[in-house]
C-alpha cells in the first residue's frame, strides 16, 4: 500500500508569493495534519482536518489556510511569503481524529527568497 | 498547554554501545506519548508509543522506552547500537482526544560512530 504522499518535493519561491502544497493520505485514512519543520528545529503543528473538518489549529498567522477534499486528499495554503516560511512541511494521516497512530509523508521543502 | 524537553541536543555514541535518549513533558492532563526518527531527507517514522498499560514500551529496530509518570520522563534506550542508527530522534506528547495535535520536543541528533 501506498504511504503518506505529498507535492511537490521541493519549491522554491520569493517573498510576497502564494504556495499551495499538496497531501495524499493512506488509503482509508480521513484525518489530515500538517505540520512545520524549521531547521533545526521540531515539527509544529499547523491544521488538522478530519472529515473535511477543521479539528485543530496551531499558533500560525492567517496567512496559513487549508483544506480537506471529499477524498480526503488536502491542501495547505500559504499567502505572502515571508522569509521565516523557509521549512520542510510535513502532512501526516491517521484513521481517526486522535493521534494514536499517525503516518507521516516525506515533507514538501519550502525555500523562500 | 503541554511541552516537551529534550535533554540533549547530540548524543555521540560508538557502535554496540548502549545508548538513552532523555525527554520530559509537561501537561496538566493525561497525555500519549511517541517517538519518532527522521532520517536525512525524510519525513518522520515512528519508533513507539505509549497509550496506557505497560509502563514499558517496545518499538521497532531494537528499541524500547519506559514511561515514568511521576517523573513525567518518557527515555528512549538501545542496548547496541549501530551505525544505521544515526539520525534524528524527535519526543512528542499529545492529550487524550485532542484531535491530532502532537508536541515535539526539539530533538536530538544520535551519531553513531566506529
Known amino acids: 500500500d501506498a504511504g503518506v504522499t505529498q507535492s511537490p518535493t521541493h519549491l522554491i519561491k520569493t517573498r510576497g508569493q502564494h504556495v499551495t502544497l499538496r497531501c495524499s493520505p493512506i488509503s482509508g485514512h480521513k484525518s489530515v495534519s500538517w505540520y512545520q519543520q524549521v531547521l533545526g528545529q521540531g515539527p509544529q503543528f499547523i491544521f488538522q482536518y478530519y472529515e473535511k473538518e477543521e479539528r485543530g489549529r496551531g499558533n500560525f498567522p492567517d496567512r496559513f489556510s487549508a483544506r480537506q477534499f471529499p477524498n480526503y486528499s488536502s491542501e495547505l495554503n500559504v499567502n505572502a511569503l515571508l522569509l521565516g516560511d523557509s521549512a520542510l512541511y510535513l502532512c501526516?494521516?491517521?484513521?481517526?481524529?486522535?493521534?494514536?497512530?499517525?503516518?507521516f509523508g516525506p515533507g514538501t521543502r519550502l525555500t523562500v527568497l | 498547554a503541554q511541552s516537551v524537553t529534550q535533554l540533549d541536543s547530540q548524543v555521540p555514541v560508538f557502535e554496540e554501545a548502549p545508548v538513552e535518549l532523555r525527554c520530559n513533558y509537561s501537561?496538566?492532563?493525561?497525555?500519549?506519548l511517541f517517538w519518532y526518527v527522521q532520517y536525512p531527507n525524510q519525513g518522520l517514522q515512528l519508533l513507539l508509543k505509549?497509550?496506557?498499560?505497560?509502563?514499558l514500551v517496545k518499538g521497532i529496530n531494537g528499541f524500547e522506552a519506559e514511561f515514568n509518570k511521576s517523573q513525567t520522563s518518557f527515555h528512549l534506550r538501545k542496548p547496541s547500537v549501530h551505525i544505521s542508527d544515526t539520525a534524528e530522534y524527535f519526543c512528542a506528547v499529545s492529550d487524550f482526544g485532542t484531535a491530532s495535535k502532537l508536541t515535539f520536543g526539539t530533538g536530538t541528533r544520535l551519531q553513531v560512530t566506529l
Open positions: 501537561s496538566s492532563v493525561s497525555v500519549y
Open positions: 501526516a494521516s491517521s484513521l481517526v481524529g486522535e493521534a494514536r497512530e499517525q503516518f
Open positions: 505509549y497509550l496506557s498499560g505497560s509502563t
